[in-house]
């Protein structure tokens, strides 16, 4: 019984807001337009009605799949006419004077065949629409949906209960780790609650259920009971008192008790013992707030147990300082391969070395998850131990998810997680797999795209961009991605896909026709009766590339190439006509490839051409006039074309070269009012004054990445450039009093007053970085904490650290990151006193000659990581110290010692002081040495001989 994947509404939503758009514009009003749209929006808003009502179903009929297939391409072939009547027809229809009426002939002299063509369009999607209406009532689809019955379905997670303790691996640690805290006498006339949160099939329940049985004894009564996606409360609380109460006179009328009543009884019942209870299997915070009212705080040193996929909801759980939330983590290589051969052989010890390359691969698509590691060994017990059948395995894993018995509870459970999302998450997820496995996918690149395919709609006042940021940490906490490189500010900069998640959205995309994915010997055709909409190149040779020159790819929404060398082999742009998104990040020799035919991406909204070769800009870009985001980053484009101006739909222009490269800012810029980041090479005094004067007129934007180049010059070329630092300096002013939040600046920097003067800077400014070869003389008058009550991240070059300046950062109120770069310390040291920084959590000190660095007691009280550089002989002569004790909550500590005139015994002498002191810190952080040579390369320092408690990582 699984739900219909709703990636057929993500078709039709977007096209619904269309075409309302569309009445509302001036195609709207053209002659006979008007009726049309209404008519084909008044049948498409009906048959959206019967599509969220199909999808809802378990287990649908062959006959309502089969509509709903006919229905999403139906909404995707309307909105590719649509949009070409938009391209074609959309300067026409209104009021005009004598110039503009020859004109507007002209036009459509120009494109009466286009005109023709798309009527006939029209014309055909008109009786498409009457067809697959006529067939909704011939097939009886409403009597056939109301048919349908709910079967009983087996719990995937019964066999955890009842999992033999012999055949359990890796989960002794944990067991005995949580029963212990469970049972500590700390705070012991406190009830106190375990919430156990991960993803699904990592062995949440099996770990709370080993755990309840160490413990129970400790307890008057105990209980286990699980809730489900659709919990029953009466249900649930009436099976606890059944577990926990064998007074039958007590329970004598239960059958007849409402929820108020059952709750109210076990209250009763538990007031005066010391329960334990396991509430298994939680999916939301309305269900946990539902339940927990049943369970009494008596002061018995009662304990509970909640198992979640959802990170909100263990929170939720745990609301009192002496409750705990426990991460599921996945089984290391050494316990999976335990696992793995036990299933298979019957002992751990069996292990045949022909198979050891094919168990790899296989353990690795299994990523540590104990549901999968048992799942597919079940397949491969009843298969022969022959490496080409255990191949066959490998390859067919994602399809057998949907064929294989043994694999029906692996699929069951990944399937309870993805079917509790709502459309628009379904729909967001099932596009991750145009990335391969293990693939990093960065945050910022995933939502643009999202927004570019019409994903995204504005919610309560919320815009785009922060909607669709949502619905990627939403995915997160529901533990349906995993999150890669959380940052400073708390927020995740990527995320990845576990393999198996990876292999269960694959197959769905290929059911629903959602994405086409071509990746060597996994490459599965879509149905041919078909268009391919979105297409993911993973692989591809000359085999593929002649299968796919045959293909129609007019009606391709998106192309995403992540193989290098895949170019030479794709078919040309012209051939794309309907692109949304193109990205071909780290692609190879791209430069004649996209040279010709871009001018004919007219829908295009989405371009990547980052980290490539590519060395001018197409001139076909600067008439996408719908393009939102454009990533040039990373390529060797010196110069921008002057009609780039052109695109004022253009949101993020994201430039920079490899290598130190200066480009002017666009004269005409200013008419770019949609631009919400400007990041790249821009170079202020390249650039003439008109241009920065119109920087000044980007209302919206939010990031601004500069860089300023300015050598010592002569008097009459230093007072030309002063203009240039005056109007950059007038423009910053007026972007601070809007929307500006992160500046960057980078270069050479010889003019103080460009950054000294700038005052008062944005009150909501949260990021200011100096990535520059010059060193300000002093801290700037407008870093003050009064002024600067947002700022976050800070990165900044000082000839001299002050005691005043570190006064004055140590006060700033949102400070989490300080970079902090100079080539002196005022007295030879750098003290952080108490009470200093209250807030931060990232430090980085570089640069400083001599002396050492000093942390006193209630100094930086959330410093998670430190990353210091300093000469190693101020380790020498005993007595080194750097107080790094006093930070309580410190998790990565990075020292880079400077080389310069020392030997190795004294290398090896600072490496045993840094490594002692780390060992009596409580949190024993990573660690991390570097040595940093004369010739300013940088090497890890050897110290894997060191026998420390600390993890050193080389």
């Known amino acids: 019984?699984?739900?219909?994947?709703?990636?057929?509404?993500?078709?039709?939503?977007?096209?619904?807001?269309?075409?309302?758009?569309?009445?509302?514009?001036?195609?709207?009003?053209?002659?006979?337009?008007?009726?049309?749209?209404?008519?084909?929006?008044?049948?498409?808003?009906?048959?959206?009605?019967?599509?969220?009502?199909?999808?809802?179903?378990?287990?649908?009929?062959?006959?309502?799949?089969?509509?709903?297939?006919?229905?999403?391409?139906?909404?995707?072939?309307?909105?590719?006419?649509?949009?070409?009547?938009?391209?074609?027809?959309?300067?026409?229809?209104?009021?005009?004077?004598?110039?503009?009426?020859?004109?507007?002939?002209?036009?459509?002299?120009?494109?009466?065949?286009?005109?023709?063509?798309?009527?006939?369009?029209?014309?055909?999607?008109?009786?498409?629409?009457?067809?697959?209406?006529?067939?909704?009532?011939?097939?009886?689809?409403?009597?056939?949906?109301?048919?349908?019955?709910?079967?009983?379905?087996?719990?995937?997670?019964?066999?955890?209960?009842?999992?033999?303790?012999?055949?359990?691996?890796?989960?002794d640690g944990p067991r005995d780790d949580l029963a212990k805290w469970m049972v500590q006498e700390e705070n012991k006339h406190h009830r106190?609650?375990?919430?156990?949160?991960?993803?699904?099939?990592?062995?949440?329940?099996?770990?709370?259920?080993?755990?309840?049985?160490?413990?129970?004894?400790?307890?008057?009564?105990?209980?286990?009971?699980?809730?489900?996606?659709?919990?029953?409360?009466?249900?649930?609380?009436?099976?606890?008192?059944?577990?926990?109460?064998?007074?039958?006179?007590?329970?004598?009328?239960?059958?007849?008790?409402?929820?108020?009543?059952?709750?109210?009884?076990?209250?009763?019942?538990?007031?005066?013992?010391?329960?334990?209870?396991?509430?298994?299997?939680?999916?939301?915070?309305?269900?946990?707030?539902?339940?927990?009212c049943a369970f009494p705080e008596n002061n018995k040193s009662s304990r509970i147990i909640a198992t979640t996929r959802i990170f909100e909801v263990a929170s939720s759980c745990c609301p009192g300082p002496d409750d705990q939330i426990y991460e599921m983590k996945p089984l290391s290589n050494d316990h999976s391969k335990i696992l793995f051969f036990k299933r298979i052989f019957g002992t751990e010890d069996c292990y045949i070395d022909m198979l050891k390359e094919v168990s790899n691969a296989i353990l690795k698509k299994c990523g540590g998850l104990p549901l999968a590691i048992i799942s597919i060994s079940g397949l491969l017990g009843n298969k022969p131990c022959v490496k080409e059948e255990w191949e066959k395995v490998k390859w067919s894993i994602g399809t057998d998810l949907n064929k294989k018995q043994s694999l029906e509870g692996m699929k069951n459970i990944l399937l309870l997680s993805y079917n509790d999302l709502p459309p628009n998450l379904k729909t967001c997820l099932l596009y991750l797999c145009n990335f391969p496995e293990d693939y990093v996918i960065d945050r910022e690149r995933l939502v643009r795209r999202w927004i570019a395919e019409g994903f995204i709609s504005e919610e309560r006042g919320q815009s785009r961009q922060e909607v669709a940021e949502n619905y990627f940490y939403e995915l997160i906490n529901k533990s349906m991605v995993q999150p890669v490189d959380i940052g400073y500010d708390g927020k995740v900069r990527a995320c990845r896909l576990h393999d198996m998640m990876l292999e269960l959205i694959i197959s769905k995309s290929i059911e629903e026709n959602f994405i086409t994915i071509i990746s060597g010997r996994q490459t599965v055709w879509e149905n041919s009766q078909c268009f391919i909409r979105r297409l993911s190149i993973q692989h591809i040779d000359q085999e593929l590339a002649y299968e796919l020159a045959k293909k129609d790819l007019s009606h391709v929404r998106s192309l995403t190439v992540t193989s290098p060398s895949c170019i030479?082999?794709?078919?040309?742009?012209?051939?794309?006509?309907?692109?949304?998104?193109?990205?071909?990040?780290?692609?190879?020799?791209?430069?004649?490839?996209?040279?010709?035919?871009?001018?004919?991406?007219?829908?295009?909204?989405?371009?990547?051409?980052?980290?490539?070769?590519?060395?001018?800009?197409p001139s076909g870009i600067t008439v996408l006039h719908d393009l939102e985001t454009l990533d040039l980053r990373d390529t060797k484009i010196k110069e921008l074309p002057a009609g780039i101006v052109q695109l004022t739909k253009l949101q993020h222009l994201l430039i920079g070269n490899k290598g130190l490269i200066e480009m002017e800012i666009p004269v005409g810029i200013g008419n770019m009012t949609k631009l919400r980041e400007i990041a790249g090479c821009f170079t202020i005094t390249k650039s003439s004054v008109s241009a920065l004067e119109e920087l000044g007129k980007l209302i919206n934007l939010e990031v601004l990445q500069v860089q300023v180049i300015m050598y010592i010059l002569k008097d009459d070329e230093s007072q030309r450039y002063k203009s240039h630092a005056e109007m950059f300096l007038s423009s910053l002013r007026k972007l601070g009093s809007r929307k500006l939040h992160t500046i960057c600046i980078s270069g050479s920097l010889y003019l103080f007053d460009l950054i000294d003067s700038w005052?008062?800077?944005?009150?909501?400014?949260?990021?200011?970085?100096?990535?520059?070869?010059?060193?300000?003389?002093?801290?700037?008058?407008?870093?003050?904490?009064?002024?600067?009550?947002?700022?976050?991240?800070?990165?900044?070059?000082?000839?001299?650290?002050?005691?005043?300046?570190?006064?004055?950062?140590?006060?700033?109120?949102?400070?989490?990151?300080?970079?902090?770069?100079?080539?002196?310390?005022?007295?030879?040291?750098?003290?952080?006193?108490?009470?200093?920084?209250?807030?931060?959590?990232?430090?980085?000190?570089?640069?400083?000659?001599?002396?050492?660095?000093?942390?006193?007691?209630?100094?930086?009280?959330?410093?998670?990581?430190?990353?210091?550089?300093?000469?190693?002989?101020v380790t020498k002569g005993g007595g080194f110290f750097l107080g790094i004790e006093h930070l309580q909550c410190l998790k990565f500590f990075n020292v880079r010692f400077k080389y310069k005139w020392a030997t190795c015994p004294e290398c090896k002498a600072a490496a045993v002081a840094i490594r002692n002191e780390a060992n009596l810190h409580p949190n024993h952080p990573r660690v991390i040495l570097y040595m940093e040579t004369s010739e300013n390369a940088v090497m890890a320092l050897d110290v894997l001989s060191l026998d420390t408690r600390s993890r050193w990582w080389c």
């Not at 998104?581 to 780290?586: A, E, F, G, K, S």
């Open 759 to 873: 005052c008062p800077p944005p009150s909501g400014l949260q990021k200011f970085e100096m990535t520059m070869d010059y060193y300000l003389s002093r801290l700037p008058s407008w870093i003050a904490p009064a002024l600067l009550t947002s700022l976050a991240y800070l990165d900044i070059k000082l000839s001299e650290v002050t005691g005043e300046d570190l006064r004055v950062l140590g006060e700033l109120p949102a400070l989490l990151s300080l970079g902090l770069r100079t080539k002196k310390v005022q007295k030879d040291k750098l003290i952080l006193q108490r009470g200093a920084f209250r807030c931060l959590k990232e430090l980085f000190v570089f640069g400083v000659d001599a002396g050492t660095s000093l942390f006193e007691e209630g100094a930086l009280p959330m410093l998670e990581k430190l990353d210091l550089s300093f000469f190693v002989s």
């Open 1 to 171: 019984m699984e739900p219909v994947v709703t990636a057929s509404q993500g078709a039709l939503g977007p096209l619904l807001v269309k075409l309302t758009a569309l009445l509302a514009n001036e195609c709207g009003r053209l002659k006979g337009v008007r009726r049309e749209i209404r008519s084909l929006q008044s049948e498409l808003t009906s048959m959206h009605g019967a599509l969220k009502k199909y999808t809802k179903l378990e287990d649908p009929d062959d006959q309502v799949k089969e509509w709903i297939s006919l229905v999403r391409e139906l909404a995707y072939d309307t909105e590719d006419c649509f949009d070409k009547f938009i391209h074609h027809l959309g300067k026409g229809g209104h009021d005009a004077g004598f110039k503009e009426f020859f004109r507007e002939m002209a036009h459509r002299l120009k494109t009466l065949g286009a005109r023709r063509g798309i009527a006939n369009q029209i014309d055909d999607l008109k009786f498409r629409i009457k067809e697959v209406k006529e067939l909704k009532t011939s097939y009886k689809l409403d009597d056939i949906a109301c048919s349908i019955s709910v079967h009983a379905t087996v719990d995937p997670r019964l066999a955890a209960l009842f999992a033999e303790e012999a055949h359990l691996v890796g989960i």
């Open 568 to 617: 030479k082999h794709l078919p040309g742009l012209v051939e794309f006509e309907s692109l949304r998104v193109l990205d071909l990040q780290d692609c190879l020799e791209i430069d004649e490839y996209v040279m010709n035919g871009m001018e004919k991406l007219f829908q295009l909204k989405y371009l990547s051409l980052r980290n490539t070769d590519l060395s001018r800009v």
């Open 192 to 292: 106190k609650i375990l919430s156990i949160v991960g993803f699904g099939g990592l062995g949440k329940t099996t770990l709370a259920n080993e755990v309840y049985h160490k413990i129970q004894g400790h307890f008057n009564c105990h209980a286990f009971v699980s809730v489900s996606q659709k919990p029953d409360t009466k249900k649930i609380i009436k099976d606890v008192i059944s577990q926990v109460s064998n007074n039958e006179e007590f329970t004598k009328d239960i059958d007849i008790w409402d929820e108020k009543k059952s709750i109210a009884k076990l209250r009763e019942l538990l007031q005066d013992k010391r329960y334990l209870v396991i509430i298994d299997d939680i999916w939301s915070i309305m269900a946990w707030n539902a339940i927990k």
